[in-house]
Structures are given as structure tokens and as C-alpha cells.
């Protein structure tokens, strides 16, 4: 059994079909990337597993519990924990804060503490900044803080929407290393990101989604290497 199963979900946006029955697995420990151009559905898909967004029909079950009546919070205490596009942390609130807002499911305070460092060994740059306020980090530290708050809930899966977003390429870098070290620590990724070619590179299989359906999947070694994904997502 996957530990992700999505099964002929469709989401509509009033008259607007947004997704049209997608189905897909995600199995645990793999790295799965769904890539697709803006408007493909792609932040859609991610916001109807964690309970953003109301599926019209079709199943999401995660280690075979169904999750579409399920509110988004219920979810987190779940195992599932999400990294929004445009990382949407407390911005008036301090970078220590906002990570303690993140284990807000949980009550054992001597694992909130020992996550908290291991948060700041991944991170060392909210270590120096853990009394700054959230809002007057760079764009990166950001976006490490709202992957750190995320981990705080000590997910079994994490989903991630554009990490590499608005990103120097130095940055990028270092965010897909830190994705890479996520999962080797055990926790499976689900990753929807505009940066297709790193996004392939580290994941282990991928599917291609084009106006809310899947059109193409398969390992990320071979996709990377598919004419057409090449042409439509990879610049080439």
C-alpha cells in the first residue's frame, strides 16, 4: 500500500474544472515531484490533500485513511505537514515563534526541544536569527523557516509547493540539498516545483500535469530525459 493514494480526484473552482480524476502514488521514503506549467492544477492538487480545498469527487487516502472530509489540522496530527507557495509564516512573529507554531499538534516538550536544535543544526541561519522578526528575513531564510516550521510537526510526509521560488540560484541549490537531507532522515517528500530540472534531479519518480490531468509519469531519470518534457518544461 502507497503511503499516498490519490484516486479519479476532480476539483472545480465554480464552472472551472481545476483537476479532472488525477490519480497517483506516493510511496513511503520516495522523493515524487509533479511538475506542469502555472495553471496546470499542481498548488490545487497539493491544497486538496492537506485539506485546503474541498474535493467535487474522487479519494485521497494517506496510509489508508481517507482524508477528503478531513479539516487541514486534523491532517497535520495526522503525519502530513505543508510548505506553502510563497511560504506564508507569521510575519510579525519571531523566527523562534513561528517554529513553536509549528509543533503546535504536539505536547511533549522534551521532543519540541530536541527538534528545535536539530531544526537549527539543518538551518544554522535561523539559529543566529531565532530572535528576528520572521518578516525581516531574506527570501531564503524564509523559506527555510517555513520548511523548519514544518518539520516541527515531525511529519511522515512533507508537502512542498515552488520551495525554490523567487530564489538566487545559489539558494535554489542549497534548498534542493536540504530536501535531499529530508528525506534521507526518513521523511517522504511530495514536491511541486516550476523548477523542473532540479526537481527531477533529485526525485525519484515524477508526474507531468497539464490543465488538471496527468499526462505523462514514470521514473525521474527518464523523464528528465523525454523529448517532450525536455521541450515543454526544461528549456531545451
Not at 151 to 166: F, N, Q, W
Not at 203 to 211: H, I, K, P, S
Request: a positive charge; aromatic letters at 4%.
Amino acid at each position: 500500500m502507497a503511503m499516498l493514494e490519490i484516486r479519479d480526484l476532480c476539483v472545480n473552482y465554480g464552472m472551472i474544472k481545476a483537476l479532472k480524476g488525477i490519480s497517483f502514488d506516493v510511496n513511503e521514503g520516495e522523493v515524487i515531484a509533479l511538475i506542469g506549467a502555472n495553471g496546470a492544477g499542481k498548488t490545487t492538487t497539493l491544497h486538496t490533500i492537506t485539506g485546503i480545498l474541498s474535493a467535487k469527487s474522487g479519494s485521497v487516502k494517506f496510509e489508508g485513511k481517507e482524508l477528503t472530509k478531513t479539516p487541514a489540522h486534523k491532517i497535520v496530527r495526522m503525519g502530513m505537514a505543508h510548505v506553502p507557495e510563497g511560504r506564508r509564516i507569521f510575519q510579525q512573529l519571531t523566527v523562534l515563534d513561528n517554529l513553536k507554531l509549528g509543533a503546535f499538534t504536539r505536547n511533549d516538550a522534551a521532543g519540541i526541544a530536541e527538534d528545535m536544535e536539530k531544526i537549527y543544526g539543518r538551518f544554522p541561519r535561523l539559529a543566529e536569527r531565532k530572535t528576528q522578526i520572521a518578516g525581516t528575513l531574506s527570501g531564503g531564510e524564509q523559506q527555510m523557516l517555513a520548511m523548519g516550521r514544518a518539520l516541527m510537526s515531525r511529519p511522515k510526509l512533507i508537502v512542498m509547493d515552488e520551495p525554490s521560488m523567487g530564489l538566487s540560484p545559489i539558494l535554489v541549490s542549497e534548498i534542493f540539498d536540504i530536501i535531499t537531507s529530508i528525506r534521507k532522515d526518513g521523511t517522504t517528500v511530495l514536491l511541486v516545483e516550476q523548477n523542473a530540472k532540479k526537481a527531477l534531479s533529485i526525485a525519484d519518480r515524477a508526474y507531468v500535469l497539464e490543465t488538471g490531468n496527468i499526462t505523462l509519469s514514470g521514473k525521474a531519470s527518464d523523464l528528465i530525459n523525454d523529448e517532450k518534457v525536455r521541450k515543454a518544461y526544461l528549456g531545451e
